[in-house]
């Protein structure tokens, strides 16, 4: 063992979920360490640079540690300073830059990382889903100018640029591209823009639809990427566009290869991992889940708002 040293548990991410878990742990006399694969809050680090969340600043706090915003709907940078600050101020222990390549139990758990290995008594596996596009799988989608991720408008003015999707990223980037002077089209693959859309956002795009500022294909699906054209199907017909740039964001999902070497089962067509509700111990002895990794596929139902609570179950269980 390294040093000698068999901790209580490790916590796998340090996202606000991770944080909160170590927060219930230092709290409870656990030896506990984190380890995270990026930066501080790796996923909000990647989020859009003028992201706005849904939720109020209340409602992403941690540990009763009041978080003060500008506005009731606090921006990305707000965010990474107030997590970070936690983080610092609570001289909690994360190892950054260190990503888990393995999870073994001869005895107790064995994890590997990129820089070590280390042992615990339990794993708490809070690693999100922002790691992992849904790929469209269409040819064109490897190229330079293709990403899965959006982070600052400029990049993309006086372009011809396609956002793939209708969700509030998608949603978010074709305004804020149209705004920065991109000549934006959206590729929808439903009827509508979606419904989870920020209630304050969706007046917005629908009325630069319906003005014609922005163009959207609906019932439409990408067929193709080439060096200057985005070819799709629209209404049982191929249509060739004009393009420079694709941002396709077709959302994200966990590391299910990773679950399933642990050993964790997913159960159905939308993977949803095998948990007790009450104390989120997964089906394999001593892993726990917490955050947003609980819903498989279903990358909507759990976020920091409402799976907070997650670190008290766990951490009260193993305690």
Aim: net charge positive.
């Amino acid at each position: 063992m390294k040093n000698g040293k068999l901790y209580d548990l490790i916590i796998i991410g340090a996202g606000p979920i991770g944080i909160n878990c170590a927060l219930e742990a230092k709290k409870k006399g656990l030896t506990y360490l984190v380890l995270e694969k990026g930066p501080i809050v790796n996923s909000l680090y990647h989020y859009p640079t003028n992201m706005q969340f849904f939720s109020t600043s209340e409602k992403l706090e941690l540990n009763d540690i009041p978080f003060i915003s500008k506005e009731a709907k606090p921006s990305k940078q707000e965010a990474l300073e107030y997590y970070r600050r936690i983080a610092t101020s609570n001289a909690l222990k994360i190892h950054l830059f260190e990503k888990v390549l393995k999870v073994k139990r001869p005895k107790h758990f064995k994890v590997e990382t990129s820089k070590s290995t280390y042992h615990s008594k339990h794993i708490i596996v809070a690693t999100g889903f922002y790691d992992l596009p849904q790929m469209m799988n269409v040819k064109g989608e490897s190229l330079p100018k293709t990403t899965h991720y959006y982070d600052d408008p400029h990049l993309y003015a006086f372009q011809e640029v396609a956002v793939v999707g209708a969700s509030n990223s998608a949603v978010d980037a074709a305004l804020e591209i149209y705004r920065k002077g991109g000549n934006v089209s959206m590729i929808i693959r439903g009827s509508d823009i979606g419904e989870r859309v920020k209630y304050w956002v969706k007046p917005d795009i629908e009325n630069r639809i319906k003005e014609g500022s922005i163009k959207a294909y609906f019932n439409a699906e990408v067929k193709e990427i080439t060096t200057d054209k985005i070819i799709i199907s629209h209404k049982g017909k191929v249509k060739k566009i004009t393009n420079d740039f694709v941002v396709a964001l077709t959302g994200y999902q966990p590391n299910f290869a990773f679950l399933k070497d642990m050993g964790i089962e997913l159960e159905g067509p939308k993977k949803i991992p095998v948990y007790d509700e009450e104390s989120m111990e997964t089906n394999v002895s001593g892993i726990f889940l917490a955050g947003v990794i609980c819903g498989g596929k279903e990358t909507h139902k759990w976020f920091i708002e409402n799976s907070r609570v997650h670190a008290k179950r766990i951490i009260n269980h193993i305690a």
